[in-house]
C-alpha cells in the first residue's frame, strides 16, 4: 500500500470512523493503481499490462528493455 494512500487527511479521517468504508477506498486505490495508473519505471504502462505483456511473450526482463510504447 502506497504511503500517499494513507497520507491523505481524508483517509486517516476515514480509517478512524469507518474501517468498512475505509477497506472500499483502499481496494478501488489499489484497483487504480493496478489498472489505470502508467508507471514510468515499466514504460507507462500499467501493472496489470507489464504482467499480460510478459505473460504472452512467456518471459520476464528488464522494464527498461521494453519497445517503446506506440500511442495511437
Same mark, same amino acid.
Given at each position: 500500500?502506497?504511503?500517499? %494512500?494513507?497520507?491523505?487527511?481524508?483517509?486517516?479521517?476515514?480509517?478512524?470512523?469507518? /474501517? &468498512?468504508?475505509?477497506?472500499?477506498?483502499?481496494?478501488?486505490?489499489?484497483? %487504480?493503481? &493496478?489498472?489505470? /495508473?502508467?508507471?514510468?519505471?515499466? &514504460?507507462?504502462?500499467?501493472?496489470?499490462?507489464?504482467?499480460?505483456?510478459? &505473460?504472452? /511473450?512467456?518471459?520476464?526482463?528488464?522494464?527498461?528493455?521494453?519497445?517503446?510504447?506506440?500511442?495511437?
Amino acid at each position: 500500500m502506497q504511503e500517499e %494512500w494513507l497520507a491523505d487527511p481524508d483517509i486517516q479521517v476515514l480509517i478512524r470512523e469507518d /474501517r &468498512n468504508k475505509a477497506q472500499e477506498e483502499l481496494q478501488k486505490y489499489i484497483d %487504480w493503481h &493496478n489498472n489505470k /495508473r502508467p508507471h514510468q519505471s515499466i &514504460n507507462y504502462m500499467t501493472p496489470n499490462e507489464y504482467v499480460s505483456y510478459f &505473460n504472452t /511473450r512467456g518471459d520476464l526482463k528488464n522494464p527498461k528493455c521494453l519497445e517503446p510504447v506506440q500511442y495511437s
